[in-house]
């Protein structure tokens, strides 16, 4: 998808119902930091599908993991928010366009109602190869986006302030729904979920469940929890009105937005009182102790979680903006290609998004292929994988990363095509 639209369409400060001038055709610091979290979210879709450990273990799991695999696995925590804040980013800019609210609350709909559907039915098959009715539906970022695009659609029409202060309560009040669990479901000799349970699922616990009142039916699996990825899109659509401002003026405001996120997770985190469910605590050594520390929750996001990634993808955001030292080094004779190459991919993201699903899989497939290894859950759910996992599947951390690289650099021509 070419134009303004990221996985959705595009991108909290000082705000204003009403742009003050209008926003560019294309704003490239936004594509620039999306495209860079879209390739680092392909290395966390190759390692699932190629790390010897990725069905066996969790890798920011300090007593199984090591400081490279966490750290593999953890920078990539940096994608979701990301995608998810600039997608609201995007929204206001459409609005700052010309826009008016009505077409824009009709776009939104549409759009979000387009997303879900291919996460249901493109997405889910370039994940697992396999569209076994058994397990119905997998609800991924891609469905969190869609829906939350749709509850935005009625935001638009509220002032932009009110917008942000919803926005911004759902980030940082949710955690206190962390002390009302629901009982999971634990396979089929466990009772099903009553439908209150299911809902809770789907709005802030994730879990599986079969859909229907008994077992077997179809299942669905619920990896994120609309709460409060509603609210992140809420906050990056007021976050869009930064970019009807002066470029100096919304660098200072970026680099202070960013700071204080960055600074308020500091403290939260070294408090631990709330906001994280996953408490830190001292390693073995100072690195673990520090892989500890920033080890927080994705599954729903928590407070902490979010400000660790929103904060420093502001202040990225300014140091790519136009006239920056460092927008200055990666736009120069030597760095000007880095900044294309990424740009480009943040410019086509839906489209990467569906294709790195695809690609990174079938790599996968012919690399076990290749070498004598196991094949077949290449082509199954997570439910299969877990039930009857596979042996002797999979490859090292090195062959990871080659793969991933090489995944990205086949994407590239093709990026830039479209």
Request: charged share 10%.
């Amino acid at each position: 998808m070419s134009g303004e639209s990221n996985l959705a369409p595009q991108g909290a400060g000082p705000v204003n119902p009403e742009p003050t001038q209008p926003a560019r055709r294309r704003i490239d610091s936004v594509d620039l930091l999306r495209g860079i979290v879209m390739v680092i979210m392909m290395l966390d879709h190759t390692r699932d599908f190629i790390h010897y450990g990725a069905l066996l273990f969790d890798p920011l799991d300090l007593s199984k993991t090591t400081t490279a695999l966490f750290l593999t696995r953890w920078i990539t925590h940096y994608c979701a928010p990301v995608f998810v804040f600039l997608a609201g980013t995007g929204a206001y800019l459409q609005f700052a366009r010309g826009k008016s609210k009505s077409e824009l609350s009709r776009f939104l709909i549409t759009r979000g109602l387009w997303l879900i559907v291919l996460e249901f039915t493109v997405v889910r098959l370039g994940a697992f190869f396999s569209l076994n009715p058994a397990f119905l539906l997998f609800l991924q970022v891609i469905f969190v986006i869609g829906f939350s695009m749709i509850v935005l659609a009625a935001l638009v029409h509220l002032p932009l302030k009110i917008t942000a202060g919803f926005g911004l309560a759902m980030i940082a009040l949710h955690n206190i729904l962390d002390r009302f669990p629901v009982k999971p479901w634990q396979g089929p000799q466990s009772p099903v979920p009553s439908w209150g349970a299911k809902l809770w699922m789907l709005l802030h616990q994730p879990g599986i469940f079969p859909i229907g009142p008994h077992f077997p039916s179809p299942l669905v699996f619920v990896l994120y929890p609309l709460i409060p990825w509603i609210g992140v899109m809420a906050v990056g659509y007021a976050f869009g009105a930064l970019y009807t401002k002066d470029a100096k003026l919304r660098q200072r405001w970026l680099l202070l937005i960013g700071g204080i996120a960055t600074g308020l997770f500091i403290f939260i985190r070294a408090i631990d009182k709330y906001g994280e469910p996953l408490h830190w605590a001292r390693q073995k050594n100072l690195v673990f102790t520090i892989l500890s520390f920033i080890n927080t929750t994705k599954y729903p996001p928590s407070l902490d979680y979010l400000l660790m990634t929103l904060g420093p993808a502001i202040i990225a955001l300014a140091f790519f903006e136009s006239g920056s030292k460092v927008a200055g080094s990666i736009s120069g004779p030597t760095g000007s290609w880095l900044r294309r190459f990424f740009v480009t991919f943040g410019r086509v993201p839906l489209f990467f998004y569906i294709l790195q699903w695809f690609t990174s899989h079938s790599i996968a497939i012919a690399l076990h292929a290749a070498f004598g290894k196991p094949v077949h859950w290449l082509f199954q759910t997570p439910v299969e994988w877990f039930t009857n996992p596979p042996t002797g599947n999979g490859f090292n951390l090195f062959v990871v990363y080659l793969s991933w690289i090489g995944g990205v650099l086949l994407l590239y021509p093709l990026c830039r095509w479209f």
